[in-house]
């Protein structure tokens, strides 16, 4: 990956939750919990795992640059969907931590070396995992959600026809 491509994808990682906040904007309010089948997760449920996934991403990369070859514990998000119950959570405190997450983060890879791209870990659940990877993963992450959610309120219009 080159320094201008790393550039971009931290711009990218650095617009997700503006991104993520205006994409739930959309959302009518009856569709919030709505939830497109029983095993999928509603608009609310999806901020709530940025959230979390966010607070664990802030610590991969730091323990990625900040350690040597680190173990990067993977999760069960569905278990934890349920566990913490993210249909009852906060959306605006999911927010506001997606929102810190990022501005604290993208301060530390804005400042990286070119030399700290290259370090890497071990995911369980992927295997060997660089500080790129890492990168190229989150840079997208709520852009993903992001679309997840407006097929949400697409499915959710059509049920409503």
Request: charged share 25%; aromatic share 8%.
């Amino acid at each position: 990956m080159t320094p201008a491509e790393r550039r971009s994808l931290i711009a990218r990682y650095a617009s997700g939750p503006t991104l993520l906040r205006d994409t739930l904007a959309r959302v009518p309010p009856s569709a919030m919990h709505w939830k497109p089948a029983p095993d999928k997760w509603s608009a609310h449920e999806v901020a709530v795992h940025c959230a979390d996934s966010e607070t664990n991403a802030t610590m991969r990369i730091r323990y990625l640059v900040g350690e040597q070859e680190p173990t990067l514990a993977g999760y069960d998000q569905d278990h934890w969907a349920r566990v913490f119950d993210y249909a009852s959570l906060p959306v605006e405190l999911s927010l506001a931590q997606i929102d810190a997450s990022r501005a604290w983060t993208t301060v530390v890879l804005e400042r990286l070396p070119d030399s700290a791209w290259a370090r890497s870990g071990t995911h369980t659940e992927s295997g060997r995992y660089t500080a790129e990877k890492w990168l190229a993963i989150y840079a997208e992450h709520l852009e993903v959600h992001a679309r997840q959610i407006l097929r949400n309120v697409e499915a959710f219009e059509r049920s409503r026809k």
